[in-house]
């Protein structure tokens, strides 16, 4: 098959839509179950390119998160500590310790949980078990892996009374060096953006401090990689191996900044105490309940702790988590890491990243004021790589 028809295009309105190859080739992939729409694929491939990359490049299992043709996160198939699986509401899934791949599924999906509702799922591996009924009780539009274990497929196809999309991939699959897209009726050619991202994009150190370990340094690729298939201005942060908050199609890059650290900020909230504690009524669903947390954490939490309001949520009534108590919380982090698609016109970037507990950071360079932005990085003891590698996305 060299053609797939789809419902419609980007919206409803936008038909007839579909995916070609040109001939004799065939697509690389194949509708398991349910059908994709014009969005889900451009998601499902995106999404592909980045955990295989991300595979290559650390040796481990990949997942990530994909919404409106940017990843929420993407994380590598690191151990879960228990207070992740809380954050992430898997502590009753068994077998999650055995499985690296289910980890980092976790990891993506449980990052920025209110960005990943209907998001589309992409595997580096053949998908197990565990990681299918991870995938089950979220709220999902589909998933791409290079294959399944016939029970996962199972699982699977349950999901969404039986229309949840399943995509399989061809993993040696690779497209032509050329790529063109139509806009307004006009072809735009260029070549694929096939630049590999390893190690050696850090070698160059322009700070004062140069210490990166193998763990620092795998936390820069990923924020790389996830950064590589992301919808430009973008800004990665990272963290013990995931991506924790993405700041993407910003025209400026201090909001890019901004933006993602907003969003790391809410991650490393989530496992504060006062957090951790919320007793949730037994039907209030996953949903609403990262909904419940995100207001809790950010501007309504007196509201959601009001009386006559918290009965539609919580058991028991609980305490305001103040704005002395979020940033004496979050002072206490450090080792973060913070990658850019582009260089850093300003050192405000730097000012921003510390709050959010920078360590290290990797950007391109090139900028009349780089300088600066060192003299910030050395001011607070940030290793800082430049590697002269712009990855704009669009």
Known sequence: MNQLELKYGNNPHQK???????????????????????????????????????????GLPAATSFKHVSPTSAAIGRRLPEVLKKISFVEDIAGLDDSPLASAYVRARGTDRMCSFGDFVALSDVCDVVTAQCIKREVSDGVIAPGYEPEALKILQSKRNGNYTVLQID???????????????????????????DESLLDNIVTANTQLSLENKQDLLIGL?????????????????????????QQSRIHCTRLAGDKADTWFLRQHPKVLDLQFREDLGRANRDNVID????????????????????????????????KEFLSSISGVSLASDAFFPFSDNIKRAVKSGVSYVVQPGGSI?????????????????????????H
């Open 295 to 326: 207001s809790y954490i950010n501007q309504n939490e007196e509201d959601v702790c009001a009386e006559g309001i918290w009965q539609q949520y919580f058991t028991r009534q609980p305490q305001p988590l103040t704005d002395g108590e979020k």
């Open 171 to 197: 993993p040696s699959y690779e497209p032509s060096e050329i790529e063109t897209k139509d806009v307004f009726g006009i072809t735009f050619t260029q070549h694929r953006n096939d630049l590999k991202i």
């Open 369 to 393: 004021r780089d300088d600066a932005v060192i003299d910030e990085c050395n001011t607070h003891n940030i290793v800082m790589v430049c590697n002269g590698i712009r990855l704009f996305h």
């Open 225 to 249: 990689i996830t950064l590589k298939y992301t919808q430009s201005n973008s800004v990665c942060y990272s963290y013990q191996g995931q991506a924790i908050g993405v700041g993407a199609g």
């Open 16 to 58: 007839p839509a579909r995916i070609s190859i040109d001939e004799p080739n065939q697509l690389p992939l194949t509708v398991l179950n349910g059908k994709a729409g014009y969005i889900n694929l451009l998601d499902a491939l995106n999404g592909w390119q980045l955990v295989r990359e991300l595979k290559e490049a650390t």
